[in-house]
């Protein structure tokens, strides 16, 4: 159940991120403010839906773990690498860039930042560990040691 959730995941973000936020830049009638109001409702929306994503992620892996099999250190790792990047853009940068957006909305143009470029690349890096969770998820029956 690792794997399907991982494909499920990554499609979200992808279509969500990548498809569905720089599409909507595009719309004539939409203004800049108006665009970037949308984008803010959708990615708390997001970030939420991420959070039951993790948790759930986590249920699977104790899951596995309790039923004497293992999905391997670098599923684990590429989990982790997902649960970090979800904590980094909800706990950091999603604060930081509401800021700049309800600025923008106010009539006030904030600074030049490279907040929009980080969290791009946390998003990348998330997708990349949920392609590598889903590549290596097999659960594997644990090896017992001889002593």
């Keep these: 159940m690792i794997r399907p959730l991982a494909l499920v995941w990554m499609g979200i973000v992808i279509g969500v991120s990548f498809l569905a936020t720089p599409v909507k830049f595009t719309a004539d009638s939409l203004t800049r403010p108006v665009a970037l109001d949308v984008g803010r ?19 699977l892996i104790w899951r596995t773990a309790t039923h004497q ?12 690498v997902v649960a970090v990047a979800v904590v980094v853009q909800s706990a950091w940068l999603q604060p930081e860039l509401d800021e700049r957006v309800a600025s923008i909305i106010a009539g006030i143009e904030p600074p030049p930042s490279h907040l929009h470029t980080v969290y791009g690349i946390v998003e990348v890096t998330k997708v990349a560990a949920l392609c590598l969770l889903a590549a290596w998820a097999d659960p594997q029956p644990r090896r017992r040691t001889v002593l």
């Design 69 to 80: 099999q293992s999905i391997g250190r670098r599923a684990l790792t590429a989990a982790a």
């Design 41 to 59: 409702a959708t990615f708390h929306a997001l970030a939420y839906l991420e959070w039951v994503l993790a948790g759930l992620l986590a249920v």
